[in-house]
DNA sequence: TGTACATCAGTGAACGCGCGTTCACTGATGTAC
DNA sequence: TGTACATCAGTGAACGCGCGTTCACTGATGTAC
């Protein structure tokens, strides 16, 4: 039953997609590597022609998946200014935080991301400074002066918004935490036309 | 082997505690019902005469959890501003981010939490409810407007930002996440005294 | 107050179950000649 | 280009293990008289 490279490649990726939506929706300790394997359409013992740990997977399914949100904010940055506050909009969105097979692994893995092995841990570090560099690259441009920090503020309070929203039993209040964040959030630096942007006068007003 | 009922009731309590400290540091999940009963002294075949089951135990662990998160910021709260503000700022420290046996329930589990059931979510929603309380009475006293949606807000950021410094491998951009958060939600209303609050300054600027 | 007895907290063996991982096997693929 | 053979993706049974839960048992507690 050998398959051909074509086929065994796009058989690991298959596992892979399957495995971070897995590990998204129900959390990665509760996903069983049989329960992947059969998602993807195999049975549990070829698991290891792939990877060689469940380990493996998971680290391997956290990069993919924050490589796929580095991507979509990537190509949103692109997309000029109302397209990069749209998707900045519906990653708070309640539709967002009731996708958790496709959205971001911070928020649906945060904790046990926290307590993942070295190699996990890179790969959501190393998405989460990618995605800073994209927000803060775009507010340079719109000149903000502390562009990379703003970044790193809006990015935390987002995942943390979009957490709370989802562990919220009270549907009420779980829309509000993201509307609440919605519009905080949206209080970006000036665009650049205009002579100083608003985070340098709150600053100035604050240290006052 | 029958115990007083004064042993009974604190052998529950201390089965309780060592399981909101075990669920915290390790996750829900990873945590067998047999550990948490060794933890406390105890072997396993006696859990069910305190608990229904794993899942009881977990929500009244979580509301316990909760229950002190609340008392601390409660008693911060009544020790006046520098020791509230102090408590923000330990909340959002080094120290606070490594410490996972006493930490927040919120930021421990969260994202097992956004998937645990009815009883547990309401715990954590119920104590959410009232920090969020406590830090808006204490910011309507000082003459904020939106002070629900302020407390709101800067709860879920705090949340977001140590759990992001709990995921980050690079100890500089974690530690650099935590000082962020503090620089920006420091940014408070202001004093009585002063006859505008910040807020609101900042928001007729923020809307010119 | 003293005695007889029901209660029940805690023990430790056992339950079925699903976990991650291994392995002998199959048979199509890809390679060496 | 055709043939022989090594490779290896995928199968399905099996491994040891730890899980949540149950249960018969023990013996101190607390109660009824």
Do not use: N, W
Not at 94 to 106: A, Q, V
Not at 194 to 207: E, G, N
């Amino acid at each position: 039953m050998k398959k051909s490279k074509a086929e065994t490649a796009q058989t690991r990726r298959r596992i892979l997609e399957v495995a971070a939506q897995a590990f998204k929706s129900k959390g990665i300790h509760p996903t069983g590597v049989a329960e992947i394997m059969a998602a993807a359409g195999l049975t549990h013992g070829g698991f290891y022609r792939h990877f060689a740990s469940k380990e493996q997977l998971i680290a391997e399914a956290c990069a993919d998946s924050m490589g796929a949100l580095v991507e979509s904010a990537e190509a949103a940055a692109e997309g000029g200014e109302a397209s990069f506050r749209k998707h900045l909009e519906e990653f708070l969105s309640p539709e967002y935080r009731d996708d958790c097979l496709g959205g971001c692994p911070l928020v649906a893995m945060g904790s046990e991301l926290a307590r993942a092995d070295r190699a996990t841990r890179q790969a959501a570090s190393q998405g989460f400074r990618e995605l800073i560099e994209i927000m803060a690259k775009r507010r340079r441009q719109r000149g903000a002066t502390s562009a990379r920090d703003d970044a790193i503020f809006t990015l935390s309070s987002m995942i943390g918004a979009v957490t709370m929203a989802r562990i919220m039993g009270d549907v009420r209040l779980s829309a509000h935490i993201l509307e609440v964040a919605r519009k905080r959030l949206a209080d970006d630096p000036r665009p650049p036309e205009k002579k100083r942007s608003r985070s340098k006068i709150k600053r100035r007003l604050t240290s006052a």
